[in-house]
């Protein structure tokens, strides 16, 4: 146990999270078992240890241990709880949990003999841990964490303090906003470089970045879907494939036929693979209202912009850029459909938005043009931009 508090003690003291994430503060930490799901790369472990920092300084009643550790190959979650809980602990911080076999069953035993005991785990964007799982569903929390939006960008890199804007500001008050924000900065000096590279954490670390995401979503194929939906190896090469043909043409409607010729394997397959390429966070699924998986999408876009750039670096679609980055805003804090009449995005099944520079539009309640300029100047006109701002 020992060892598990001078890792802890160290992580802790190391840690370093320049912008404090939204998420800290929209979690009821009160509950005793919460999960925090969100993709390979986006900062689950700084998250977990900056929550022990900011909450438990130096205490030994908080500890983080990584399923990483040999330790749990011969030596139970139940019995390290048990030992844990015996020394004062109170709140037990893991992480990498789909490395232990049995981790959803022992959780919830360890849920149901320590009662003083509140555990918060991080698992992969892929687990679904409450529909896919019984030993969960009626006591786990679950809590996504997702990459830096544009807001988090700019304060991490011009030092600034902007608090995220609600989407009924936004549309009622874009205006005004945007005259505030500008009086402070330019956004759009800085707005080509977080599409580029501005949604992973480790942009800060200093290495080449597209390789680096290059790795990263490869290990989201190797490990996140082959290793977790338990797909054998010999299967990799196809998903690969098939993510790279997407990505080509994204946003694209998808050719389920076409695709499983391309791939050769059939068209339930692909449907298969284009979930778990989804659940990864590597894609996003576009559906008209009340339709849903495993429906055929309506529309396959990239996951954000980022990943545009490190697989097709030379052959950025700027129209398919704008809109991925709209789709990807929008969806932290909303329901997206398939746009009504001539839109991009019907947004809670009340909204309409379309990426249209044109300013002589007929004003309408329930249609919003997104301009790629700093400023709007139409009426229902809302900068790109200032959609980073949702969360």
């Given at each position: 146990m020992e060892s598990?508090?001078?890792?802890h003690t160290y992580l802790v003291?190391?840690?370093?999270?320049?912008?404090?994430?939204?998420?800290?503060?929209?979690?009821?930490?009160?509950?005793?078992?919460?999960?925090?799901?969100?993709?390979?790369?986006?900062?689950?472990?700084?998250?977990?240890?900056?929550?022990?920092?900011?909450?438990?300084?130096?205490?030994?009643?908080?500890?983080?241990?990584?399923?990483?550790n040999f330790y749990f190959t011969q030596h139970s979650l139940l019995q390290f709880a048990d030992d844990f809980c015996k020394q004062g602990g109170k709140t037990l911080l893991?992480?990498?949990?789909?490395?232990?076999?049995?981790?959803?069953?022992?959780?919830?035993?360890?849920?149901?003999?320590?009662?003083?005991?509140?555990?918060?785990?991080?698992?992969?964007?892929?687990?679904?841990?409450?529909?896919?799982?019984?030993?969960?569903?009626?006591?786990?929390?679950?809590?996504?964490?997702?990459?830096?939006?544009?807001?988090?960008?700019?304060?991490?890199?011009?030092?600034?303090?902007?608090?995220?804007?609600?989407?009924?500001?936004?549309?009622?008050?874009?205006?005004?906003?945007?005259?505030?924000?500008?009086?402070?900065?330019?956004?759009?000096?800085?707005?080509?470089?977080?599409?580029?590279h501005g949604f992973y954490p480790f942009f800060l670390e200093n290495r080449n970045y597209s390789e680096n995401l290059l790795k990263t979503m490869n290990m989201m194929l190797e490990v996140d879907i082959l290793l977790i939906r338990q797909i054998e190896l010999k299967y990799l090469s196809k998903i690969r494939k098939l993510l790279y043909i997407i990505m080509g043409d994204a946003p694209t409607v998808p050719n389920i036929s076409q695709l499983s010729v391309e791939i050769e394997t059939s068209r339930a397959t692909i449907m298969n693979y284009i979930k778990y390429l989804k659940d990864a966070r590597l894609l996003n699924l576009l559906y008209s209202e009340g339709e849903e998986y495993p429906k055929k999408p309506k529309q396959l876009y990239v996951q954000n912009t980022n990943l545009m750039h490190a697989v097709y670096p030379e052959n950025i679609n700027r129209e398919a850029e704008y809109k991925t980055f709209l789709y990807n805003a929008l969806h932290a804090k909303h329901k997206i459909n398939k746009g009504r009449k001539n839109s991009d995005f019907l947004i809670d099944q009340e909204l309409n938005f379309k990426i249209d520079n044109n300013t002589n539009h007929k004003p309408s309640a329930k249609t919003f043009y997104v301009t790629t300029e700093q400023n709007a100047s139409g009426k229902n006109q809302i900068p790109l931009w200032m959609l980073g701002f949702l969360y």
């Open positions: 598990f508090y001078k890792t003291e190391k840690v370093q999270s320049p912008v404090r994430r939204l998420l800290m503060d929209e979690i009821d930490w009160s509950h005793r078992l919460i999960g925090i799901k969100g993709s390979r790369g986006v900062g689950k472990t700084t998250f977990l240890l900056q929550y022990a920092k900011e909450n438990f300084g130096g205490s030994r009643c908080c500890l983080y241990v990584n399923f990483n893991i992480d990498q949990t789909f490395k232990y076999e049995n981790w959803s069953k022992e959780l919830r035993e360890c849920y149901e003999r320590f009662p003083n005991l509140h555990i918060i785990f991080s698992g992969s964007s892929v687990m679904r841990l409450i529909e896919d799982n019984s030993d969960l569903q009626d006591i786990v929390s679950v809590y996504n964490l997702r990459g830096f939006s544009f807001r988090e960008y700019l304060n991490l890199t011009c030092g600034t303090e902007f608090k995220p804007i609600t989407l009924k500001e936004i549309t009622q008050k874009s205006t005004s906003i945007s005259k505030e924000i500008c009086s402070k900065i330019q956004p759009l000096d800085y707005f080509e470089d977080y599409l580029h």
